[in-house]
Antibody, heavy 121, light 107 residues
Framework: EVQLVETGGGLVQPGKSLKLTCATS????????MHWVRQSPEKRLEWIAR??????????DYVESVKGRFTISRDDSKSSVYLQMNSLKEEDTATYYC????????????WGQGVMVTVSS | DIQMTQSPSSMSASLGDRVTITCQAS??????LIWFQQKPGKSPRRMIY???NLANGVPSRFSGSRSGSDYSLTIISLESEDMADYHC?????????FGAGTKLELK
């Protein structure tokens, strides 16, 4: 059974940092591309980052609004993907999900349960 | 970035109705579009992939279609369990982009 479990959310002050973890099981993590998606309190979904697999040099992409502040990374030995979030802003308040594309036709089949991040003073 | 214009933002319909939700892409995305269903407090569920393909376990009353840059999700004979938010996602180009979502409610 495929499982994705996000942890690391919480309440943080503007300008501070937080690191999210998505621990996975049930599929061949090392060849999967992994994504982070967030959902605002207004329920709008926003794709924010993707990391490819080793054969694609772990290439990353980001949405403009988080470039330079957020870093996606992975540890294939732990079947986990991470999102390091620095210089957090109030507009980063959202539920953060990880999802996977085991193949292009499989993209979005599996999601974690989401983790809440609240940025507020 | 590719903009996905989703409509309507909300709608109410009766059980048994035929419902159509549309996303219009600002650039060519081919068939690289997914439709998700999301219920309160739950993660998105993939309903349609590659614009017209029914995902595993999705009832056959759901279908996806494409006409040029317009992509539609249709539910024939609406059931109570279909009340949810629906989102489209293009993955032709990074950043991948979602539509603004459609809230489907019971009339």
């Amino acid at each position: 059974e495929v499982q994705l479990v996000e942890t690391g959310g919480g309440l943080v002050q503007p300008g501070k940092s937080l690191k999210l973890t998505c621990a996975t099981s049930g599929f061949t993590f090392s060849t999967a591309w992994m994504h982070w998606v967030r959902q605002s309190p207004e329920k709008r979904l926003e794709w924010i980052a993707r990391i490819k697999d080793k054969s694609n040099n772990y290439a990353t992409d980001y949405v403009e609004s988080v470039k330079g502040r957020f870093t996606i990374s992975r540890d294939d030995s732990k079947s986990s993907v991470y999102l390091q979030m620095n210089s957090l802003k109030e507009e980063d308040t959202a539920t953060y999900y990880c999802t996977t594309s085991l193949s292009l036709l499989n993209y979005g089949s599996y999601w974690g349960q989401g983790v809440m991040v609240t940025v507020s003073s | 970035d590719i903009q996905m214009t989703q409509s309507p933002s909300s709608m109410s319909a009766s059980l048994g109705d035929r419902v159509t939700i549309t996303c219009q892409a600002s650039q060519d995305i081919g068939n690289n579009l997914i439709w998700f269903q999301q219920k309160p407090g739950k993660s998105p569920r993939r309903m349609i992939y590659y614009a017209t393909n029914l995902a595993n376990g999705v009832p056959s009353r759901f279908s996806g279609s494409r006409s040029g840059s317009d992509y539609s999700l249709t539910i024939i004979s609406l059931e109570s369990e279909d009340m949810a938010d629906y989102h489209c996602l293009q993955y032709k180009q990074y950043p991948n982009t979602f539509g603004a979502g459609t809230k489907l409610e019971l009339k």
